[in-house]
């Protein structure tokens, strides 16, 4: 196996374009080989299987990165609600459902799409046939929503349904 370590990096290398990634594709690639390596049948293969294998773990850190990109937190902190420690450990799945369901449909297509389906904006651009900016717009948008929705279920858990502005919160 160590005859295929440097083609395999010069491949990771070449796909990544930077070395710490493709070292990390490399010993990945291996990682893998050490656990599922014994299920291949014939050992002729491996190089094959090696080369198969970095690709696919390239294919999908790149799904990956695209899903979440990585931001520079002093870039986004204005974009970070602001919720008391408290309120996080009170929400739960149920009220970011019924958050959910309180959106816009606009919005709550898109969010769904990318937060529970994981799709990556490109995807959720042809699934909704529409530009991939506004996919981004609507996400965008649709989050603001959400947080203001769980930020009010957060401050009224006695109500069945979210309190949504403009409308009377159901009580029961």
């Known amino acids: 196996m160590d005859s295929f370590y440097a083609p395999l990096y010069r491949f990771g290398l070449s796909l990544a374009r930077?070395?710490?990634?493709?070292?990390?594709?490399t010993q990945q690639t291996f990682a893998l080989w050490a656990r599922k390596g014994h299920q291949l049948r014939d050992s002729t293969k491996a190089k094959s299987w090696?080369?198969?294998?970095?690709?696919?773990?390239?294919?999908?850190?790149?799904?990956?990165?695209?899903?979440?990109?990585?931001q520079d937190l002093e870039l986004v902190k204005g974009e970070i609600p602001h919720l008391e420690p408290g309120i996080v450990d009170e929400l739960d799945a149920q009220t970011i459902l019924q958050a959910l369901g309180q959106l816009d449909e606009v919005y709550r297509a898109s969010l769904s799409l990318f937060y529970?389906?994981?799709?990556?904006?490109?995807?959720?651009?042809?699934?909704?046939?529409?530009?991939?900016?506004?996919?981004?717009?609507?996400?965008?948008?649709?989050?603001?929503q959400l947080r203001e929705r769980l930020s009010l279920a957060a401050k009224a858990p006695e109500t069945k349904t979210i309190p949504f502005p403009g409308r009377e919160s159901q009580h029961g």
């Open 18 to 25: 930077n070395e710490a990634d493709a070292c990390d594709l």
């Open 50 to 70: 090696l080369f198969t294998t970095l690709y696919r773990e390239f294919l999908g850190a790149a799904r990956h990165q695209t899903r979440f990109p990585h």
């Open 116 to 144: 529970l389906q994981e799709h990556s904006y490109k995807e959720i651009s042809e699934i909704l046939d529409v530009p991939i900016g506004t996919v981004m717009s609507r996400i965008s948008r649709g989050k603001q």
